[in-house]
């Protein structure tokens, strides 16, 4: 069965240091979403990109957060510089095209920052 | 605003008794919704959605939800819990096929031996 890929799994960071994270989604899914979840709540949607276009980034802090999908495939999400208030779990998830259809979501990366 | 609320943190149950996880959600419109589970060190995996059509969604995993829009609520429910359904379950919602999804804030089930 297809799977999202995330990697690293784990990262701990200093703050003011840059970190990186990076997404693989299923073979074919043109929606491709990053989420930030804090311990004890519900994943928040901090943008969402339809091929290689941004849709919604509304809630990426802009100063410190870029997210590129340059072929509309794989994703990276980056943090530079990182603060402490950053430490949370980022989640990817892809999706056919629609909110309709289905989001999968892969294991995510734990951001610690010290 | 649209939000989902998601009114019950934790919640124990004993194995073999029957389930019922509360959403509720505040749209004009009707809305899309869904229920996740995430268990440790996992991601989060659908159980069930609901577009349109008949309010009472079958999901995986026994599974299912009610959808009331004069309670706005979309509650899970399960018959007979086991050990293996202890995780997180996340309720959510949209708006439109355009919109993105609004996660509530969770609820923590374990099971009682």
């Known amino acids: 069965e297809a799977e999202v890929a995330q990697s690293p799994r784990y990262k701990i960071t200093e703050k003011s240091q840059a970190v990186a994270f990076w997404c693989d989604p299923i073979?074919?899914?043109?929606?491709l979403y990053w989420y930030r979840q804090i311990l004890g709540q519900g994943p928040e949607l901090l943008v969402q990109?339809?091929?290689?276009?941004?849709?919604?980034d509304s809630q990426l802090p802009k100063d410190r957060f870029s997210a590129e999908r340059l072929k509309g495939v794989d994703s990276t999400l980056k943090i530079q510089p990182a603060e402490l208030g950053d430490s949370a779990m980022y989640l990817c998830?892809?999706?056919?095209?629609?909110?309709?259809?289905?989001?999968?979501f892969g294991p995510g990366t734990r951001l610690t920052v010290l | 605003a649209q939000s989902v609320t998601q009114p019950d943190i934790h919640i124990t149950v004993s194995e073999g008794a029957s389930l019922e996880l509360r959403c509720n959600y505040s749209?004009?419109?009707?809305?899309?919704l869904f229920w996740y589970v995430q268990s440790p060190g996992q991601g989060l995996q659908l159980l069930l959605k609901?577009?349109?059509?008949?309010?009472l969604v079958q999901g995986i995993k026994g599974f299912e939800a009610e959808f009331k829009r004069s309670q706005s609520s979309f509650n899970l429910r399960k018959p007979s819990v086991h050990w293996s359904d202890a995780a997180e379950y996340f309720c959510?919602?949209?708006?439109?096929?355009?919109?993105?999804?609004?996660f509530g804030s969770g609820t923590r089930l374990s099971i009682r031996p």
């Open positions: 998830a892809s999706s056919s095209r629609t909110l309709t259809d289905t989001q999968y």
């Open positions: 073979s074919g899914h043109a929606t």
């Open positions: 990109f339809q091929d290689e276009s941004v849709v919604d």
């Open positions: 749209y004009g419109a009707t809305p899309y």
């Open positions: 609901y577009f349109s059509g008949d309010t």
């Open positions: 959510a919602g949209g708006y439109s096929s355009a919109s993105k999804i609004i």
